[in-house]
């Protein structure tokens, strides 16, 4: 088993930053893709950013510029800068990792989210 848990979360002016981290523990030594979603009140979760075990990225057009998305792979550790937030980046925020079986097979696991909230 994996589990998440993600920090960093709070409130924050428009224009402000600030830094979220999610740690994998447990049966950690297998994951590959790692990421970030946000789910605002009455709106589905969507994909906020996301980051290969090798590097490679992926970011939602509406944060694009303003969020980097990074990994310390011995640390199992992903992170997500949030600079120049806006109030419609008010969302409760998930950690997510992708879990590789022997088998070939893969699962997600899911952190408890984090509350961040931009006020105007």
């Known amino acids: 088993q994996v589990q998440l848990a993600e920090s960093g979360g709070g409130s924050v002016q428009g224009g402000g930053s600030l830094r979220l981290s999610c740690a994998a523990s447990g049966s950690s030594s297998n994951i590959n893709t790692m990421g970030w979603y946000r789910q605002a009140p009455g709106k589905q979760r969507e994909l906020v950013a996301s980051i290969t075990s090798g590097g490679g990225t992926k970011y939602a057009d509406s944060v694009k510029g303003r969020f980097t998305i990074s990994r310390d792979n011995a640390k199992n550790t992903v992170y997500l800068q949030m600079n120049s937030l806006k109030p419609e980046d008010t969302a409760v925020y998930f950690c997510?990792?992708?879990?590789?079986?022997?088998?070939?097979?893969?699962?997600w696991g899911w952190g408890p989210g984090t509350q961040v909230t931009v006020s105007s």
């Open positions: 997510n990792a992708e879990v590789l079986v022997w088998d070939g097979t893969s699962w």
